[in-house]
């Protein structure tokens, strides 16, 4: 019976991340190169022009199982939790442990694989909020489930789905409200990111600025914090953040 259990959690992850077809029996076409690509695109504020090179020595299916401490649900389960395809899903989980083998990240494994895209600037305070957005239950740790779950809503999820999240992301400390405090560590770790060398150069009071702006548009009563109803009441109406949201339609 152990054995048996063996095999059909072998057969389920090797079904999910799409190691083999069901009908062919062999290994899919795209690249470890391409899945990556497609991987990395994903998150928020990379690009592909920054992405390294990747190795096309892939280790074995058997093996890297052996090695994961963390197995993700199953497929069927995933699609109807999210808005992606099988085929997706797949992409998404064999660019996810290509990544992080344990089955998880950590969020020091977060920053390291984040600061491979701004190698001109700091990204690690960025990156620790992004990874708080996705930790969901806050116990220090992105799993697969994590992951796609908020990929789903920033690429597949409504407008008021996509500005929750975005909500969510610029709420530090999860009280309901933004205040300029928080936008203000926003601003900067963003900037940070940018780095020092950016054409034209930024001034040093440029992030203060930005947040004067953001709260002069948003704090609709002048109550010195932003709401989510403010939030996503001026995000409604402002054309460019509304384009914005558009730009991930087509990323997968």
């Known amino acids: 019976m152990r054995g048996q259990g063996r095999k059909e959690s072998l057969s389920d992850s090797r079904d999910l991340d799409g190691s083999y077809d069901q009908l062919t029996g062999h290994p899919p076409g795209p690249t470890k190169k391409a899945l990556k690509q497609r991987f990395l695109k994903l998150l928020p504020c990379c690009g592909p022009q920054a992405l390294p090179s990747v190795s096309e ?15 993700p649900e199953g497929l069927e389960q995933l699609q109807e939790q999210t808005k992606f395809t099988r085929k ?15 089955g998880i990240v950590s969020e020091e494994n977060f920053k390291q694989i984040y600061s491979q895209f701004f190698p001109q600037g700091d990204s690690s305070t960025y990156a620790a909020f992004l990874f708080n957005a ?21 690429l597949r999820g409504t407008v008021d789905d996509r500005l929750n999240w975005a909500f969510n992301l610029y709420d530090l400390n999860k009280d309901g409200c933004i205040t300029k405090e928080e936008m203000l560590d926003i601003m900067k770790s963003i900037y940070d990111m940018m780095g020092k ?51 991930f339609d087509n990323v997968i």
Do not use: W
């Open 134 to 154: 996705f930790d969901t239950n806050h116990d220090g740790s992105v799993s697969f489930e994590d992951f796609v779950a908020g990929l789903s809503v920033i």
């Open 197 to 247: 060398y950016t054409y034209p150069a930024l001034r040093e009071e440029a992030p203060r600025e930005h947040v004067e702006n953001f709260f002069q548009k948003m704090d609709r009563n002048k109550d010195g914090v932003v709401t989510i109803e403010e939030f996503i009441e001026s995000c409604q109406k402002d054309e460019n953040i509304m384009r914005s949201m558009q730009l």
């Open 57 to 71: 020595n892939s280790v074995e299916d058997e093996f890297e199982l052996s090695t994961v401490c963390h197995r």
């Open 88 to 102: 997706e899903l797949q992409v998404l989980y064999r660019g996810f442990k290509n990544e992080c083998p344990s």
